[in-house]
């Protein structure tokens, strides 16, 4: 596989055989098999290097004659794959933002007891505000991963839902090397 770009936004895939573009190992028809690991990665690592603004395309290139059902076969292929892939994406999506919202409400709660509890501890002597610090800090550290969700590991599965949905709309051809 290379990708020798001859336009913008043009993923070249160079096979001797429509099969190498599938897992060999899943049984299933065609237009329902999982992608080749190589295949994939080739083509999603391809399309991140590609700017966001610039439509995708796909060419398959056949070293032999591609047969009849080629065309309609790579084509909806890929759109099946990349699609379930965008799916699959955001249900991840909507599995982090939930745990990042339940974490959210556990963490304020935790932030709360820690913080009542302080208010019993009595001021003056060294381990008292040694205690009465350690109960704040405690609070606040148990909103770091609420924050960290929601301020940043949600960013990555997004992009990969955008780039997943280019993938499976984006035109695909398939001709002879």
């Known amino acids: 596989?290379?990708?020798?770009?001859?336009?913008?936004?043009?993923i070249v895939v160079r096979l001797s055989a429509v099969g190498?573009?599938?897992n060999t190992m899943d049984p299933s028809?065609?237009?329902e098999r999982d992608l080749d690991h190589d295949a994939e990665e080739f083509i999603v690592s391809s399309?991140?290097?590609i700017p966001g603004d610039l439509p995708l395309a796909?060419?398959?290139e056949l070293s032999g004659e591609p047969p009849a059902d080629a065309l309609p076969l790579v084509r909806e292929s890929l759109k099946n794959y990349f699609s379930y892939r965008e799916e699959s994406a955001r249900r991840e999506l909507h599995e982090l933002l939930r745990e990042g919202r339940f974490s959210l409400v556990?963490?304020?709660?935790?932030?709360?007891?820690?913080?009542m509890l302080r208010t019993l501890v009595p001021t003056g002597p060294a381990w008292a505000e040694m205690a009465r610090e350690g109960l704040l800090i405690g609070g606040w550290v148990a909103l770091w991963k609420p924050v960290d969700i929601h301020l940043?590991?949600?960013w990555p599965i997004r992009r990969q839902m955008t780039l997943f949905r280019?993938?499976?709309?984006?035109?695909?051809?398939?001709?002879?090397?």
């Open 20 to 22: 190498q573009l599938f």
């Open 58 to 60: 796909i060419r398959v």
């Open 29 to 31: 028809p065609f237009h």
């Open 166 to 177: 280019r993938l499976s709309g984006c035109p695909v051809t398939v001709t002879r090397a």
């Open 152 to 154: 940043y590991r949600w």
């Open 1 to 10: 596989m290379t990708n020798e770009k001859t336009q913008p936004g043009l």
């Open 106 to 115: 556990a963490g304020l709660l935790f932030l709360g007891c820690m913080l």
């Open 47 to 49: 399309a991140r290097e």
